[in-house]
């Protein structure tokens, strides 16, 4: 049920009034829309990109990353090294949860504890933390299983919540939603952010409204936000031509030129960190889905580089893409912190000659089928991306049955590995560091480390170089470890590399957005004028 016109006029005057940082004649309403909802409010239940960047407007942690992705105190002031593996940081006094509770540093120890329950799936992303310690009511000791000079990088992820309030709520481990058990966070939220949850739709509307016991000066002009995911390109295009939504940040390319034309619209576009890539399944010994039986054909480097040279990147930027990608010659993108740049070349020429000739000394002279999952509202053209990409590979006699899904199944597959030939992608978030993405997508995927490598790709080698990425802090040695280490995974062709994604959206005029290439929506950073 959408918010009556009598309730947001309330919420927005409420809100207005108790912000003493604007006038209620510059203050405004926000609506914006994207292809996805979020999986959920609960900020320790997914590691889907768009969820994290969400939840963020609402629950914060001790940093935070700007729009230049340069590291901010947030819930901590300051923080300095008191040994090698312990780091000691001092909490912002004065800060109140949006139901009125005080934060102190029983929450950052209860939501460090939270993050390790079984249906959390942020743990992967913090899996280099030891201990979260009390020193006292506003000071907390991080301790790191080695030197790590990455971790305020880390620390981004580790959203605070109320201890008393999850308590109280019944929901102090994280919701499970690979297992489908949600417990009272997941619908809804109470953290100590610029925004607070007013009502949650899921897949149809979540109204926010700006917090006006929010700890940091206000840089929005906001006073309530609402967004409402648009599945369909074409409608959400219309919605925003036709006044209906504020802001997308989902355009689809083939919309550039006519919103640009529109002068009533802008349209911010750049690259974004992402890299797109297909995986395969290298660990089961007969694929889940496929005619092989047996054996699996991806254990074998020769098949795994045929499904590399089927693949014509520049093919799919023309055609697809439209133009608007970066082919990628490796996981990493070239705007990602520490990316060895000298390896973002492709290791194999498209060549389907060559896959045919690798296919038949591996003994599949007629090629074979085998299961394509994919999403279809995750990426930019994710589905057209597949459908292309099914056709090269049947020309070389890889036959692919298309297993095209929402974000929503599609992600949950991928959590239970539950995938033979899949394509996804990863933006090295939320570290912005190389680390980051070598840590969840190439790592031997244990409870802690490799929360998105669904194959299950493993090489000793490879992770004997992650703890030594991690903790070097000589930048020219860290360099020179991570291109050796992504020279291993390259050589062993653990993922098929496609490209990387432009960030695209489009407002109405007048509309200030802080555009970053993580493709984070930083509501407290828009500015809604002339409405």
């Known amino acids: 049920m959408k918010l009556s016109t009598f309730r947001r006029a ?20 926000f609506t914006w829309s994207s292809g996805t909802d979020a999986l959920s409010m609960d900020p320790h239940s997914t590691n889907h990109s768009f969820s994290n960047a969400f939840v963020s407007n609402i629950y914060e942690s001790l940093v935070r990353f ?42 950052v120890v209860f939501s460090w504890q939270r993050v390790n329950t079984p249906g959390s799936l942020v743990k992967g ?6 201990d ?21 990088n880390e620390m981004v992820q580790l959203l605070i919540m109320d201890k008393g309030w999850a308590e ?44 006006p016991g929010w700890w940091d000066k206000p840089k929005h002009n906001l006073t309530e936000v609402l967004f409402t995911p648009i599945k369909s390109d074409a409608t959400r295009t219309s919605s925003l031509i036709s006044g209906g939504i504020d802001a997308s940040i989902s355009v689809p390319l083939q919309d550039v030129p006519r919103l640009k034309s529109n002068p009533a619209l802008d349209v911010v576009q750049g690259p974004e960190l992402r890299t797109i890539f297909m995986g395969m399944d290298q660990s089961r010994d007969e694929l889940l889905y496929s005619d092989v039986k047996g054996k699996n054909p991806f254990k074998d480097l020769r098949v795994r580089k045929a499904v590399y040279q089927a693949i014509d990147v520049e093919a799919l930027k023309r055609s697809v893409m439209r133009g608007a990608s970066w082919p990628a010659g490796n996981l990493l993108s070239p705007y990602l912190n520490g990316s060895p740049v000298a390896l973002n070349k492709r290791l194999l020429p ?23 999952q994919c999403p279809n509202d995750r990426y930019v053209y994710d589905e057209a991306l597949c459908l292309a990409m099914s056709s090269m590979l049947a020309k070389v006699g890889i036959k692919t049955n298309l297993m095209i899904e929402p974000t929503s199944k599609w992600s949950v597959r991928l959590n239970a590995a539950d995938v033979s030939l899949y394509m996804v992608g990863h933006a090295g978030l939320p570290m912005a560091d190389v680390y980051g993405l070598l840590k969840d997508v190439v790592a031997t995927r244990t409870g802690k480390e490799g929360s998105l490598n669904a194959g299950k790709y493993s090489n000793p080698k490879f992770d004997a170089y992650l703890p030594q990425i991690a903790s070097e802090i000589d930048p020219a040695k860290r360099a020179r470890l991570v291109e050796e280490a992504v020279a291993i995974e390259r050589d062993d062709v653990s993922h098929v590399p496609l490209h990387q994604q432009p960030v695209t959206w489009a407002a109405r005029k007048g509309i200030t957005l802080a555009q970053a290439p993580d493709n984070q929506m930083r509501l407290w950073l828009v500015n809604v004028n002339g409405k």
Request: charged letters at 20%; hydrophobic letters at 40%; one cysteine or more.
């Open 168 to 211: 109280q709520n019944r929901a102090v481990e994280a919701s499970d939603l690979g297992r489908q058990k949600e417990n009272f966070a997941n619908r809804n939220a109470n953290g100590t952010g610029p925004f607070k949850l007013v009502s949650r739709e899921v897949d149809t509307r979540t109204a926010l409204s700006a917090y």
């Open 66 to 107: 700007n729009d230049k992705l340069q590291i901010e105190p947030s819930l901590a002031t300051s923080w300095k090294l008191v040994s090698p593996t312990v780091w000691r940081y001092t909490l912002r006094q004065g800060v109140k949860f949006h139901n009125g509770e005080s934060f102190d540093a029983d929450d």
């Open 125 to 130: 992303n913090l899996s280099d933390l030891k």
């Open 10 to 29: 309330a919420i927005g005057l409420a809100t207005c009034a108790a912000l003493s940082a604007m006038s209620c004649a510059s203050a405004a309403t």
């Open 350 to 372: 498209f060549s389907p000659d060559a896959s045919r000739a690798l296919l038949k000394e591996a003994g599949y002279p007629n090629g074979f089928t085998v299961g394509l």
């Open 132 to 152: 979260v310690r009390k020193v006292d009511a506003y000071t907390v000791d991080v301790e790191t299983n080695a030197p790590l000079p990455t971790l305020n």
